[in-house]
């Protein structure tokens, strides 16, 4: 129940400089102040859910870089015993100006009558953040492996993500034989998202997702 600080010190590359830089924080109990070489960078009041800032206005890159974060839990905000200060990682996450955005995947599994039988219709949406003064042309590239890391289905679309702005992509796969989610066995698979713009790949991430269903039925209820 008292005010804690923590500091760390950190050089970034100068080849750094033109990305954009993000500071995640998984969890902090609670009320946290951030700043970067002196600049205030965001308050965050609760104590359970990540939060995260964009530091790449505020970073010094060729150079050392101090963060400073400050914890007051002098504040319950449960009836039990919650511990104090940073508890979780700290994430510095490097992009380049256009990215899939910070949590910008979705994924989802569609049966014909929310019946688990036959091929599932995977639909796949990608947020896409374009920091550059310029409008940027890509091609988003949506690979599904199944739980035997082998590729059960790929597909790919064109995308021009107006300057400073984000860009919302929705594409859509089939998977013929699904190997079905349950808490009995918990196959998943995983989607593999590539961007590519100019010939290069300039983002990639994995999200891995069940093919289920949830209902309520009358007879077996939820």
């Not at 007051?72 to 990682?89: K, N, Q, S, V």
């Not at 688990?116 to 409008?135: S, W």
């Amino acid at each position: 129940n008292s005010v804690g600080w923590y500091r760390r010190t950190f050089d970034l590359p100068k080849q750094d400089s033109g990305k954009r830089l993000w500071l995640e924080f998984d969890g902090v109990y609670r009320d946290t102040t951030v700043f970067l070489n002196g600049w205030f960078v965001g308050h965050h009041e609760s104590g359970y859910s990540s939060f995260r800032y964009d530091v790449t206005d505020v970073a010094n890159c060729g150079d050392k870089n101090v963060l400073a974060v400050k914890v007051d839990a002098t504040e319950d905000e449960g009836w039990f015993y919650e511990g104090a200060g940073i508890y979780r990682h700290v994430w510095l996450v490097k992009t380049g100006p256009l990215a899939i955005a910070p949590d910008g995947t979705f994924v989802f599994s569609q049966f014909n009558g929310n019946v688990p039988e036959g091929p599932a219709k995977i639909q796949i949406q990608t947020r896409l953040a374009n920091a550059g003064f310029t409008d940027t042309a890509a091609d988003v590239r949506c690979d599904i492996l199944g739980p035997d890391g082998r590729t059960v289905a790929s597909v790919h679309a064109p995308a021009t993500v107006s300057a400073c702005s984000e860009y919302d992509l929705t594409q859509s796969a089939r998977v013929p034989e699904p190997v079905l989610w349950s808490p009995e066995s918990p196959k998943l698979y995983k989607l593999i998202t590539t961007v590519e713009s100019g010939g290069k790949t300039i983002d990639r991430t994995e999200t891995e997702f069940g093919v289920r269903t949830v209902a309520f039925d009358p007879v077996k209820g939820f």
